[in-house]
């Protein structure tokens, strides 16, 4: 999985990961947009994650302590978000930084698998609900 992605890592800011496909980029860049300006500290990650996923018709699963699963982050919020403006929709993780202020977009990868799969599976239960 790693062995496809530095293609778009040559095309993406360091700061946030890149999408892994071209369908991606519209959705994670709206995202990113309406993430900054984060000024609430961790008492409001949740409610302005939330807030930045709607308005691009995608949606806050959960939010957790980060425990160390990614580096420098304190919270970690799990958002399902469009492919391309399609039905289709993708996991990814928005990570409030250790100090507080800063919100990044991180897509899964070996670290955070797990993560996803849990992510998946609870996405799956509630369509059966």
Do not use: W, Y
């Amino acid at each position: 999985m790693l062995s496809s992605e530095p293609k778009q890592a040559s095309t993406a800011t360091q700061a946030t990961a890149p999408p892994s496909d071209a369908g991606l980029t519209m959705e994670l860049l709206e995202l990113e947009l309406s993430l900054d300006g984060f000024t609430t500290g961790a008492e409001g990650f949740a409610a302005h994650v939330r807030a930045a996923a709607a308005a691009i018709e995608g949606a806050l699963l959960f939010e957790l302590p980060a425990s160390g699963l990614i580096a420098d982050c304190d919270r970690i919020a799990v958002l399902r978000i469009p492919q391309d403006g399609s039905a289709a929709m993708t996991t990814v993780f928005a990570c409030l930084e250790s100090d507080g202020a800063t919100i990044r977009i991180e897509k899964p990868n070996e670290e955070t698998a797990d993560l996803k799969n849990f992510a998946e599976a609870f996405v799956d239960v509630l369509q059966r609900i």
